[in-house]
């Protein structure tokens, strides 16, 4: 029933083929290293992917793999398989639906990860990414570098961007002793310029969903969400978000809503809940609810600003929201509510990301006192369905609606 109400974009259909064929690029290469010196690299989601693709190194995003996990409902077993090794039910199902696939790789999707050559990790969205990336060099017997970013509070100083700067400068150094080549600073150029034209698209696409009816629902950001993470700086993401944003422009001149019946108008705050994309996300179609916007996609919709390459990546990658203060965190949710006319919006507590969780009720309660609208946090996890009770959580949801 919910299939029939959500209008999935045409262009979603591109989807699968394209992380096929990005993954299944990623799984010859180290085959294919060892004749013409291709490299891969595992890379958390909030580090500067930029200058790896201008060194031409293939970049591989676990957190990516584990939303797929999430979305296959493999998680729960292949957390299992980190869980008899003695890693907690608390740690993040992203890390654990990794580590899980590398030790049971033929119950994984496309059979596990490539071996990486190298491993680039940023806290700037938690600390668990640091303890997950130790592991995996161990367990590897590779190099890890790190880009530490200090948390801002209020707005970023100089000397946090320097800081920053700084770093990626000496990966740069590290990175060209380690392919014994130079930086080609015009192809970080390119890179740079094909990011920020799929930015462009992505922040194009979202803004349609301000107006009424709205063409699109976050069930439509979430599933297309995957080539700007895995392939931002590529000819073949930009492509893609043309095809996204012209379709999306389709519908909204032709008056096509999301959600047959738009009733209330939502925004969701934290990673979406991969296993019940459908029969969740459904669950409020059904009764006319669409989601207009939302938090975590937008951690995608941000430009580098021109300037000194490494300057300018340090200072969109050290200002990404979840390295934020709550003050930021809470004026961002109500801009949100208030530019995309929201009638309320949906918290998910997340079990598996605590930098995303632990201020969320403090947020809601601010926002609800100042702009008067009703606020809903559900319990669950991104990924693990063992940490999901739907009739518990479904008659939540029901209340709230009724409550709009």
Known sequence: MAKKIF?????????????????????????????????????????PVELLRAFGIEPVYP???GAICG????????????????????????????????????ESPFN?????????????????????YETLSRE???????????????????????????????????LEKFFRKKLDLNRLEKVILLANETVDLWK???????????????????????????LRGTEVARDFYEEVYREVEERYKAGVPA???EKYRLVWDNIPIWYGLYRFYGYFAERGAVFVTDSYTGGWAVNIKKGPPFYALAETYAGVFLNRDLEFRKNQLQSFIEEFSADGFVMHSNRSCKAYSF??????????????????????????????????????????????
């Not at 980190?82 to 639906?97: F, I, P, Q, V």
């Not at 947020?363 to 100042?370: A, T």
């Open 259 to 261: 959600v047959e019946g």
């Open 204 to 230: 194009g696409i979202r803004n349609f969903a301000k107006n009424k009816p709205s063409p699109v629902n976050v069930t439509d950001l979430f599933i297309n969400l995957g080539p700007m993470v895995v």
């Open 112 to 132: 596990g990860l490539p071996r990486p050559d190298l491993l680039v990790v940023c806290n700037n969205i938690c600390g668990t990414v640091l303890k997950w």
């Open 359 to 404: 201020v969320q009720e403090e947020i809601r309660r601010q926002i609800m006192r100042s702009l008067g609208v009703p606020g809903l946090i559900v319990d669950a996890d991104m990924t693990d369905s063992r940490l999901y009770s739907e009739e518990t959580v479904l008659n939540r949801v029901q209340a709230f609606l009724e409550s709009l």
């Open 71 to 106: 979305a296959r409902k493999v998680s729960p077993s292949l957390c299992q398989v980190a869980e008899n090794r003695g890693y907690s039910l608390d740690l993040c199902s992203y890390a654990k639906s990794n580590l899980g696939s590398i030790w049971n790789p033929k």
């Open 7 to 47: 209008k999935p974009l045409k262009a979603s259909e591109k989807i699968n083929k394209i992380l096929k064929n990005h993954y299944l690029k990623a799984k010859y290469l180290p085959t294919l290293g060892k004749f013409f010196g291709y490299k891969t690299a595992w890379i958390t989601s909030g580090a």
């Open 140 to 174: 590897f017997n590779i190099p890890l570098f790190i880009i530490d970013t200090p948390f801002i509070t209020g707005e970023p100083q100089p000397w946090q961007i320097q800081y920053v700067a700084k770093q990626i400068e000496k990966l740069a150094i590290e």
């Open 63 to 65: 957190e990516n793999y």
